[in-house]
């Protein structure tokens, strides 16, 4: 368990205001870039960025020249040692009695980029809210869990390569859907959003070794928001017999700032009550969850608010049912909560709930929703209250263009 870092200061103002997201106990890790320089790792603090490379060059942090790569995959794999001493160090610079030379930038100034690479990406189902509601939608009520879901983590392996960082503007995808004569290939008309929580992989795994729960634990760097846009018409006729493919690969946007597992042990708490005994190798010594709010947004308006806790599988859980056939785990693997969707329906985290499967279109600024149009921006937010701080994510926005239908003739 860390220190108790409740009434801890920083010299810089801006970090100690009421509703800062970045005050001195968070320190989120991303790879920010000013001008023509080249990408680089920081740290958020306040309004500002603490440039880790320059930090190395003046002897402020042990150089191993891991900061000054264009992502923090390199950084990441020292492990957990190397992430506490430097934590440790960056809070001790950052105090009241710190070094008020430390090489910052604006965060104004600064574009920021996608702080890892992704090496792969999962992305599970882990809300009973979520998976109760859209199992109603389509099988009823009586059917609408599956019999496996509540004995483990179910998922589906999505695209690294169409992960992008917030802000990263997002394509209509064209694809086919079905049709009352067949297949009809159209611009997707239910474009969707899923409200999530990406958690950040830290260490390797040996191909054909499982990971135990507390292992698994271990191996988490941090976490990021995410956004895996849907494209539900192209999904209803694609997902059987093998699930989401196409309907998942047009983009998953995540958040530019990695807030540490560290920063938000002091805000873990239970997930939602077990509806059944769940095998020895996915139970949990202690609770793998946090008392985090989190919602949505839709061209400002909010949509949704939310907690982390009413989760039904944890990151942890994941990676070991993930790992469990022996299948290798990498640094930088990003593993997808699953929609965060509570028992309301203001409490949603996808359009497909909150409207029921468009039925029940909402407003927002005075007009009718039943998904996503173009022009359209989505934006998640996240955050945990502590005693006089906050720990926040910072913005995750994405914005929807049109279609091209710019097929081979």
């Known amino acids: 368990m860390p220190k108790d870092q409740t009434g801890l200061r920083s010299w810089l103002a801006a970090a100690n205001e009421e509703g800062c997201d970045f005050p001195i106990q968070n320190l989120p890790y991303g790879v920010f870039s000013v001008g023509d320089a080249a990408p680089t790792c920081g ?98 009520p009586e059917n609408a869990l599956p019999p496996q879901w509540t004995h483990m983590p179910i998922g589906y392996n999505g695209r690294a390569s169409s992960v992008v ?20 290939w159209t611009a997707c008309r239910r474009l969707d959003l899923e409200l999530e929580l990406g958690a950040i992989v830290g260490a390797d795994s040996v191909m054909g070794q499982r990971i135990g729960v507390d292992e698994a634990e271990g191996m988490i760097f941090g976490y990021v928001l995410l956004n895996d846009w849907s494209a539900r018409d192209i999904q209803a006729w694609e997902y059987q017999p093998l699930g989401p493919f196409q309907s998942k690969a047009l983009g998953t946007t995540i958040g530019p700032w990695i807030v540490t597992q560290a920063a938000l042990e002091p805000f873990r708490c239970a997930g939602a009550p077990r509806d059944n005994e769940i095998l020895p190798y996915l139970r949990e010594e202690r609770p793998g969850f ?10 400002g308006q909010q949509m949704c608010r939310t907690n982390y806790n009413v989760m039904y599988w944890s990151s942890a859980q994941q990676i070991a049912h993930h790992g469990v056939s022996g299948c290798p785990m990498r640094v930088g693997d990003l593993l997808g909560s699953g929609t965060i969707s509570g028992p309301a329906p203001d409490q949603t985290g996808a359009l497909l709930e909150m409207t029921e499967g468009g039925k029940r279109p909402v407003m927002v600024h005075g007009e009718p929703r039943s998904f996503i149009e173009d022009g359209d921006e989505i934006g998640l937010y996240a955050h945990a209250q502590g005693q006089g701080y906050r720990i926040g994510f910072g913005p995750c926005t994405g914005r929807i263009l049109p279609a091209t239908d710019d097929r081979p003739a």
Request: glycine share 10%; net charge negative; hydrophobic share 45%.
């Open 290 to 299: 946090y008392d985090l709010t989190i919602g949505w947004t839709m061209n």
């Open 165 to 184: 960082v917030s802000g990263t503007p997002i394509r209509r995808p064209m694809g086919q859907v079905r049709g009352e004569a067949g297949p009809e």
């Open 43 to 140: 740290v958020a603090i306040g309004d500002r960025i603490v440039d880790l490379a320059a930090c190395e060059a003046r002897g402020l942090l042990e150089a191993d020249g891991t900061f000054s790569a264009p992502q923090l995959n390199d950084f990441i794999a020292l492990g957990r040692p190397r992430w506490e001493a430097v934590r440790a160090r960056l809070t001790a610079l950052l105090a009241e009695d710190g070094d008020r030379d430390l090489p910052t930038v604006a965060m104004s100034a600064a574009r920021l980029h996608l702080p890892i690479r992704v090496s792969e990406f999962t992305d599970f189902y882990a809300s009973r809210n979520h998976a109760f509601n859209v199992g109603v939608l389509f099988r009823g």
